[in-house]
């Protein structure tokens, strides 16, 4: 299974897990009198969209090359991030809101039995986040790691539903609103989660600098290829799941061009042969100083 199609299965679980989510949420925290419960699955219904969203992002990123697109398609990753950030930031905002109008309007205590459907949905969530982040790992994709915070954001509005029902219940009469202070300060945590995923998949789009360790791997793979004798320059670019490299190679200064192409060609191919995870492949030959 490609990274691309373990990347789809993945999305298509959150989706899954997203829909049912919000189904029991919605219901324990109306039934429940718990407006923790109700902003949780506010935040799951989003979080449906975004899974879906991710799912489109990853079947167009997942095009070959073509005429106008020669890199790929992969740039729509990063897009889709920020996409999915403003879901996670309209989510966290509609949270705040109504937490704050909840603060200041009298209602009843949760009850009891939300806290039993909230701690079952913190362990589901946090099962949840590390699949999708291993999955995020393995592929290289900054949109299912956007996915996989989405979960971790749950978990975390989740515990502070929990701690402020608790807290609701444990002292009775007039701390009401214990959970309603919950979910505001569960939507600080979502705001903050916002920038974690915005970030990279800025520097993404941005061409930023942050694959030391493939450079790393790529130059010493370089230096057991017959013919190179040490490698110059080497930046790397990511778009999607794909990273793009541009390498300069130092062969012999008195070799034919037509060895040094050869050299050129025998190294990108080996190259990709032991880095799966590289795209376009541009080798620059430089001659060796004699």
């Excluded at 909840?102 to 009891?112: A, G, Q, V």
């Excluded at 949840?128 to 790691?145: A, G, H, P």
């Excluded at 789009?205 to 030391?212: A, K, M, P, T």
């Amino acid at each position: 299974m490609t990274n691309e199609q373990k990347a789809i299965k993945t999305t298509y679980f959150s989706i899954a897990g997203n829909t049912a989510m919000a189904l029991i949420k919605g219901l324990a925290g109306f039934f429940g009198n718990s407006y923790a419960l109700i902003a949780d699955a506010i935040e799951s219904t989003t979080d449906i969209f975004s899974s879906i969203l991710v799912l489109i992002g990853l079947r167009y990123s997942n095009k070959p090359p073509d005429k106008n697109h020669p890199y790929g398609h992969g740039r729509i990753e990063p897009l889709i991030t920020f996409l999915v950030v403003g879901f996670l930031i309209t989510s966290a905002t509609i949270i705040a809101y109504e937490s704050i109008q909840n603060i200041r309007t009298p209602h009843e205590l949760p009850e009891p039995f939300t806290l039993f459907v909230l701690g079952a949905i913190i362990i589901w969530k946090e099962i949840s986040y590390r699949l999708v982040m291993k999955k995020s790992n393995e592929t290289k994709s900054t949109s299912l790691r956007a996915d996989a915070w989405h979960h971790r954001s749950d978990a975390i509005t989740s515990v502070a539903a929990f701690t402020g029902i608790s807290i609701a219940l444990y002292f009775g009469s007039g701390y009401e609103s214990a959970d309603d202070w919950a979910a505001l300060l569960a939507s600080g945590f979502i705001l903050y989660n916002s920038y974690q995923i915005f970030r990279p998949a800025l520097g993404e789009i941005l061409d930023e600098h942050v694959y030391d360790d493939l450079v790393a791997e790529i130059r010493s793979i370089s230096l057991r290829v017959e013919g190179v004798i040490a490698t110059e320059k080497c930046f790397i670019r990511k778009a999607g799941m794909k990273y793009h490299v541009d390498l300069h190679a130092i062969v012999d200064g008195t070799i034919s061009v037509q060895e040094g192409h050869t050299i050129a060609h025998r190294l990108k191919d080996i190259l990709r042969e032991q880095l799966p995870e590289l795209g376009h492949v541009l080798i620059h030959v430089e001659p060796g100083r004699n």
